[in-house]
């Protein structure tokens, strides 16, 4: 590679790594606003706010519902973490 091959590359990079960061932001801002979107509905299911078997069945629903919830936000939060960490690697891979 050239000189300005390499420059351009890092600009490339760079490019890509701002903008990584910037959806990295996004989707930790989204999962802070969502982790705890249904925990109220669980605390109450878990205190009782319903009874038999129809209640039971509703909390166990909304207990799984958070539960993807938080995996899914979780996955996302670290499926954008790694991309960065890999853009910064190629990045100072050029330096």
Same mark, same amino acid.
């Not at 351009?8 to 890509?16: G, S, T, Y």
């Not at 701002?18 to 989707?27: E, H, K, P």
């Not at 109220?40 to 605390?43: G, I, L, R, T, V």
């Given at each position: 590679m050239?000189?300005?091959d390499?420059q351009?590359?890092?600009?490339? !990079?760079?490019?890509?790594l ?10 930790q801002?989204?999962?802070d606003?969502h982790?705890?979107?249904i925990s109220?509905?669980?605390?109450a299911?878990?205190a ?7 209640a ?7 207990d799984?519902?958070q ?19 890999d !853009?910064?690697?190629? !990045?100072?891979g050029?330096r």
């Open positions: 050239t000189d300005g390499v351009a590359r890092r600009r490339d !990079l760079q490019a890509k701002d903008q990584a960061q910037g959806v990295l932001s996004r989707i801002a989204i999962s606003q982790w705890s979107l109220s509905s669980c605390q299911m878990q009782g706010a319903w009874f038999g078997p129809k039971r069945q509703f909390g166990a629903a909304v799984s519902h539960a993807e919830l938080r995996s899914s936000l979780s996955e996302a939060v670290t499926s954008a973490q790694q991309k960065v960490a !853009l910064r690697s190629e !990045l100072s050029l």
